[in-house]
């Protein structure tokens, strides 16, 4: 029985072009969802209150600090000197020195870094940050937008939150604990 819709033969271009169309609108779906999955959603240095050039952030920090603060690098885990910091005190920014942590909030989470399961009232902010194949949540510093570390839902009690932040992107302030 012949098949009521036959054309015939196709020719070789016309398989051709209906692979490339498949593959140019495929890449073309791709490219645009990478697009959107890398958009930055951070916040731009018009909102902090502490505004610096590039080259004074660069005399200012240490150049870890500057990697981490700046550049949104990460410290190698198990580096940092507040990972064993007990004393009572704050933990401020490196960048700008508002205090960001009580060391009341601080607990060993064994991840490497610094961790603490509340930041201070209006200390923080957060942005979503998709340079990984997973998003995380950014912290940075609300004064001067200075990168932290992430935040994670892994947390002690009462938060259920893990804020684990680069040693490097605080300075400690030892003395009376700050409010948690």
Avoid: Q
């Amino acid at each position: 029985m012949r098949e009521p819709y036959a054309t015939g033969p196709k020719s070789a271009a016309i398989e051709t072009m209906t692979r490339r169309a498949w593959l140019v609108g495929g890449c073309s779906v791709a490219a645009l969802a990478a697009l959107w999955w890398m958009r930055d959603d951070s916040a731009t240095a018009g909102t902090f209150e502490v505004v610096k050039s590039d080259d004074e952030w660069r005399r200012l920090l240490k150049p870890e600090a500057y990697k981490v603060l700046r550049r949104h690098g990460t410290e190698r885990p198990f580096t940092s000197p507040l990972n064993a910091e007990k004393r009572p005190g704050t933990f401020a920014c490196a960048g700008c020195e508002l205090p960001l942590f009580s060391s009341e909030t601080k607990f060993e989470s064994g991840t490497g870094w610094p961790s603490f399961f509340k930041p201070l009232p209006d200390a923080v902010g957060t942005s979503t940050d998709r340079s990984l194949i997973v998003a995380r949540t950014e912290v940075h510093c609300r004064r001067c937008g200075g990168h932290l570390g992430h935040v994670f839902e892994d947390g002690p009690r009462p938060t259920g939150l893990r804020y684990c932040i680069n040693g490097v992107a605080l300075a400690f302030k030892p003395g009376a604990a700050g409010p948690a």
